[in-house]
Every structure is written in C-alpha cells, then in structure tokens.
C-alpha cells in the first residue's frame, strides 16, 4: 500500500501542479492526501487522527455526493464536468480512497487524542494562509464564502475569524470524541 500510495502522489503532483497551480495543494484534502502518507510510511497515529478528525467528514461527505451524482452538496461537481479531461477527474477519485486509507491507520494504530489540539492549530494556520495567498475566485478551503463564489455579507476577515472558530467546534470536536470511542486512545 505504501508503494502505491506513494506512485499516486508522483503521478497526482505534477498533474495537479499544471492544471491547478500550485496554490491547489492548499485544500484541506491535498494537505490530508500528504500528511496521511506520511502516516502510512512512519506510522504515525497522530498525523492520521489529525487528518481525521479534520478532513474524514468532508472525504465522506464528497463520497456521497459523487455517488449521487453531485446533487446533494455540490461538492463532486467538478467531476461531471465534461470540459476537465477524464484524466483529471479520475486523479480525483482520491477523496473516495483517503477515509478508507484512514480508517485502516486508526484500526492498525489507534487515534491519538492529541490530534485535536494538533489539528485546530494546523486549521488556523492554513486558513490565513490561504486567505492570504489564494485567489478568491478559486475559494479554497472556502476561506471567501461558504459555496462557489466569495460571500459578500459580511467582512471577509469577519467570515474567516468564524470560520476558524466553527470548523473546531462543529467539524474536528464531534469528530474527535467519535474517534477516540470508536478506536480508543
């Protein structure tokens, strides 16, 4: 597995930095693509609950939405786009593959309680960055709005201040004490 997954990434990289740019591997799923491989080679139970805990919901979350055909959150839309090669969309296909990759982790080597503090302190890193450095057309991370398109209702460092605040409190807390019932500490 940790050949595989490590060919992936050499072939996803280049791809994805040509198609994408760079900026890109700032969504919380490239981060989670890198850190759980890292995981798997070092076998490290605390970057893995970390990612978890952080992005496992939302890799569920593209799962379903992909396998309705993108009509329940819009998340997996760009995959029925005709006009992205297929190629492209099928590099894609990772987000069905990384919860399961994970959850495999946290069955061989447990979850790591410290992965909440640990993942709370990487959002809040990585959400001002990609503020800071992101087209806000591309809304990565959604640090602009909650959907496609930059929200305008509010002041935009209003919208990430309680971005930040929610992401830790509604996505990685329940996420957490889920994880540490289900495998342990």
Known sequence: MKILYGLFLCV?????WHHYG?????WASDIALFLVFVALWSESRLLNSMMAIGVLPFEIAWT???LTGSQLLGMAS?????ERPLYLRGLSLFHMLLPLVMIFLLRSLGYDRRALPAQVLLIWIVLPVTYLVTDPAANINLVFGPGLEPQTAIHPLL???????????????PTHMVLRRLFGE
Do not use: G
Request: aromatic share 22%.
């Open 12 to 16: 996803l990289v280049p791809v994805y």
């Open 22 to 26: 760079p900026a890109n591997f700032l």
């Open 64 to 66: 379903v939405d992909f």
């Open 78 to 82: 760009y995959m029925f786009e005709p």
């Open 159 to 173: 919208y990430l201040a309680i971005e930040m605040a929610l992401l830790p409190v509604a996505v990685c807390w």
